[in-house]
């Protein structure tokens, strides 16, 4: 009779917030992204996190700034632990810094952590004074034959 495959759970020892109450990080600088091993290294696969509703403070007038992101990568050997990201993320609400400087920060945090193949990352900020900014990083090399979808997050284009 042959064994039955079993399935391995990841290994999630290191992870010190998912799981647990987890205070807010007071600044970016304080927050910690966390990674597990990637589930499926053989494959080349993307993986999309979507944030619709960022903030962060203009560093000058300190009114908010309000921003959709959308962060598409391809893992190598880790994948993102998400609660590590929504609270990375949830750290720029009182932070000050420009549009492209979140956007990079983020972005190159990211790949600091995870090391992935390829990242891509876009950020669609609201207007301000009447004009919109997106700011758009990637990294990499996308894989042959990967599907890589449209970020899906049509222009500005105001009232109407």
Not at 125 to 142: A, E, L, M, S, T
Request: hydrophobic content about 35%.
């Amino acid at each position: 009779m042959a064994k039955k495959p079993t399935k391995t759970k990841p290994k999630t020892r290191t992870l010190n917030q998912l799981g647990r109450k987890t205070a807010l990080p007071a600044s970016p600088d304080k927050a910690v992204l966390e990674r597990v091993a990637n589930p499926q290294p053989g494959e080349a696969y993307l993986v999309r996190f979507a944030c619709p509703e960022f903030t962060s403070l203009c560093p000058v007038t300190g009114q908010p700034d309000f921003a959709h992101l959308v962060i598409d990568y391809v893992p190598g050997k880790w994948i993102l632990e998400s609660k590590s990201l929504k609270l990375f993320l949830a750290s720029f609400r009182n932070h000050g810094a420009f549009h492209e400087d979140c956007t990079l920060t983020i972005a190159k945090r990211i790949k600091t952590a995870i090391r992935p193949k390829w990242i891509r990352m876009g950020g669609y900020w609201y207007p301000r004074g009447g004009i919109p900014i997106d700011v758009f990083y990637q990294w990499g090399k996308v894989p042959k034959d990967l599907w890589i979808p449209d970020q899906g997050v049509p222009p500005y284009r105001g009232r109407g």
